[in-house]
């Protein structure tokens, strides 16, 4: 696998190999081998992951942006199997340099609607391919023509995406057990944020939760950097 640093520390993508033939393709989703190897030795840490949850949704779903609190904090490792969203890192470690700022990356799945949806990226985007490397743009955006990327999110930081396809089936992992008391959120229509989410976020279709969660400054962050 490929691993790629973002504009922010510890935000990585992560590009698994895949061997396609006449009978279609195969990939290892993950390994922990590997992550040790490649993954650990950016982070300074390793990670051990121990909870894999599912998401199903709809065109114009948001989910976000969501984070838990000490002594409960999630790192997660994030991919979209059917179909396609836009995915959001948003660092909110007090102290951090880059606090505030995001990173999103674009999620597709190896089927014909998250095929499309990554090609029509690539095409738009300054109006021709583009590489994983080098298309982190001025808003931290790695938004490419690439498919099956995943999406590595370290503790610190609040996190959502937006569901691009008609459906999307969205998997991720966790280092730590949900803990609903640890819950914690803010809101993933912040237009201070500046983030463009690719969908016309005056129709989108969140929860009675997600509707709730604070602005950033409005925001006290449990997390330090």
């Known amino acids: 696998m490929n691993v790629i640093k973002t504009a922010i520390d510890g935000v990585l993508i992560i590009e698994p190999k895949v061997f396609t033939d006449a009978r279609g393709y195969f990939f290892e989703s993950y390994s922990q081998r590997e992550f040790d190897e490649k993954v650990a030795p950016i982070l300074g840490h390793t990670v051990t992951f121990v909870q894999d949850n599912e998401s199903k949704s709809s065109y114009g779903v948001m989910r976000g942006l969501h984070f838990q609190r000490p002594p409960y904090t999630q790192a997660k490792l994030v991919r979209c199997v059917k179909g396609a969203v836009l995915d959001v890192a948003v660092d909110i470690r007090k102290g951090s340099p880059t606090y505030g700022q995001y990173v999103a990356s674009l999620l597709c799945a190896h089927d014909e609607e998250g095929t499309r949806i990554a090609a029509e990226f690539a095409l738009t985007a300054?109006?021709?391919?583009?590489?994983?490397?080098?298309?982190?743009?001025?808003?931290?955006?790695?938004?490419?023509?690439?498919?099956?990327?995943?999406?590595?999110?370290?503790?610190?930081?609040?996190?959502?995406?937006?569901?691009?396809?008609?459906?999307?089936?969205?998997?991720?992992?966790?280092?730590?057990?949900?803990?609903?008391?640890?819950?914690?959120?803010?809101?993933?229509?912040?237009?201070?944020?500046?983030?463009?989410?690719?969908?016309?976020?005056?129709?989108?279709?969140?929860?009675?939760?997600?509707?709730?969660?604070?602005?950033?400054?409005d925001f006290v962050t449990p997390f330090t950097l």
Not at 166 to 189: N, R, W
């Open 126 to 217: 300054n109006h021709s391919p583009l590489t994983v490397e080098t298309a982190l743009t001025a808003n931290h955006s790695p938004l490419t023509g690439k498919i099956g990327l995943q999406f590595f999110i370290p503790k610190g930081f609040a996190h959502g995406f937006a569901v691009l396809s008609e459906t999307a089936v969205f998997q991720y992992k966790c280092d730590e057990f949900y803990h609903p008391e640890a819950d914690g959120g803010i809101s993933i229509l912040d237009t201070s944020l500046g983030i463009d989410w690719h969908i016309p976020t005056d129709k989108a279709i969140l929860s009675e939760k997600d509707t709730k969660h604070p602005l950033l400054n």
